[in-house]
């Protein structure tokens, strides 16, 4: 049986930082327009998404994970991987292996910290790492108010670096009527940025 085929690689970072709402969507889109998720979830990440949303992830190992995802957000076969906190051998630890594009949805500001000082401690903080270093696209997408000193000069910091900080700042021209509107609206932005076609919202003009 011929395996599918997917028109790019994208790997999504979610931590422990409210706004859940903003990765989940953000993979549900991705998986949508057949893109490739390799999708690396903090224990703080997964502890806010039971806190956060109507999803009870199930306790077990990472495979039990990933296939209940698989199967929420409808992943075709290989379309979604997900890697543990520690996988060193994993595409996304090596420069060899790690997709041109990397965003870190939502982003605590521990995380700005640490891959902003290169930590490395664990995959989410190698990853960003390996995509600052390759010179790939790294987005941030911090959700905290308000910002410290520390927060704002980590951000300054990563961005001199290469990196996008891409805050949970929703505009509201659009007239959302709901929360899945305000959602969509920042997952609209990360999906241009990405270059995947999204129709959640018309672009300025449209």
Not at 116 to 125: F, H, M, T, V, Y
């Amino acid at each position: 049986m011929q395996q599918p085929t997917f028109d790019k690689t994208v790997t999504l970072a979610m931590t422990g930082a409210s706004g859940a709402q903003y990765g989940l969507r953000l993979l549900q889109c991705l998986l949508a327009a057949n893109v490739r998720v390799w999708l690396l979830l903090s224990d703080a990440a997964q502890v806010v998404i039971n806190t956060e949303t109507d999803l009870q992830l199930p306790e077990g190992d990472d495979d039990i994970l990933q296939g209940f995802l698989a199967d929420r957000f409808a992943a075709k076969e290989g379309q979604l991987t997900l890697f543990g906190k520690r996988d060193w051998f994993s595409p996304v630890a090596s420069g060899t292996g790690a997709p041109a594009s990397m965003v870190v949805c939502p982003a605590s500001g521990g995380t700005l910290s640490a891959v902003a000082c290169g930590a490395s401690n664990n995959l989410i903080e190698r990853a960003a790492d390996v995509a600052l270093k390759e010179r790939r696209q790294l987005i941030l997408v911090p959700r905290e108010a308000p910002y410290s000193e520390i927060h704002l000069e980590n951000m300054l910091k990563l961005t001199r670096m290469g990196a996008m900080i891409l805050p949970a700042s929703p505009g509201f021209y659009q007239k959302p009527s709901t929360v899945e509107d305000i959602v969509d609206f920042v997952v609209a932005r990360l999906l241009d940025q990405l270059g995947v076609e999204q129709k959640l919202l018309p672009h300025w003009g449209e």
